[in-house]
């Protein structure tokens, strides 16, 4: 069963727009919720989290926004930059003794110039 | 700071063969953890280790098995390979109590 299912497998966006990722879960017994950005031949790198307990996270140009009552999150990115041009993905750690991190299968974001 | 290194890059075996995976943790974690990406998908958990260890595990069977050692570093293994084996398989460590997870490039395993 999909615990954090991300349904959109891809995005594209104009430079200068926002981009809106999405994120659904199913699970209550999650803590944070984590995004991550994965380039070609590399890790994913964590881009910004939420606690469960919190309803919005600023970073700069990222905002990730809890809606609990929905079991929904979604990453905004605005000013989309052309260097954002990425595979996406949402996490959710696990309140179990290993605190795994249950991962979306990811959206490509293309932003174009 | 170093990251956290993986070795091999790539990595391509026969069905039934048996591999090892390599992970350095980063300096100061003392947690590792392996995924799984299938193509496709997102990483899927195998196990995560904590002071030598196995303190989780997801739905794998037991062909696949880990170590730490001491240094925190960490070894994959997994036994009679199977064409679905082939996958991105991805080490992230972290400090314990913190929630944030440093991934490594991965390893790219190919079975044939």
């Known amino acids: 069963d999909q615990q954090v299912k991300q349904n959109s497998p891809s995005l594209s966006v104009q430079e200068g727009r926002i981009s809106i990722l999405n994120c659904d879960y199913t699970n209550s017994m999650f803590d944070y919720f984590l995004w991550y950005k994965k380039y070609p031949a590399e890790g994913p790198t964590f881009l910004i989290s939420?606690?469960?307990?919190?309803d919005k996270n600023e970073d700069g140009r990222f905002t990730v926004f809890l809606n609990k009552s929905a079991k929904h999150l979604s990453l905004h990115i605005v000013p989309s930059q052309p260097g954002d041009s990425a595979v996406y993905f949402c996490?959710?750690?696990?309140?179990?003794?290993?605190?795994?991190?249950?991962f979306g299968s990811g959206t490509r974001l293309l932003v174009r110039p | 700071e170093t990251g956290v290194t993986q070795s091999p890059t790539h990595l391509i075996k026969t069905r039934g063969q048996q591999v090892t995976l390599r992970c350095s943790s980063q300096?100061?974690?003392?947690?590792v953890s392996w995924y799984q990406q299938a193509l496709g998908q997102g990483p899927q958990f195998i196990f995560q280790?904590?002071?030598?260890?196995?303190?989780g595990r997801g739905n794998f069977p037991p062909r696949f098995s880990g170590l730490q050692f001491p240094n925190y570093s960490s070894e994959l293994n997994v036994n009679a390979l199977e064409l679905d084996d082939s996958a991105l398989y991805l080490c992230?460590?972290?400090?314990?109590?913190?929630?944030?997870?440093?991934f490594g490039s991965g390893t790219r395993l190919t079975v044939v």
């Open positions: 996490a959710a750690r696990l309140m179990d003794s290993s605190y795994k991190l249950i």
């Open positions: 300096s100061g974690h003392n947690t």
């Open positions: 939420i606690s469960s307990i919190k």
């Open positions: 992230a460590s972290s400090q314990t109590g913190l929630y944030g997870y440093t």
């Open positions: 280790y904590y002071r030598e260890e196995e303190n």
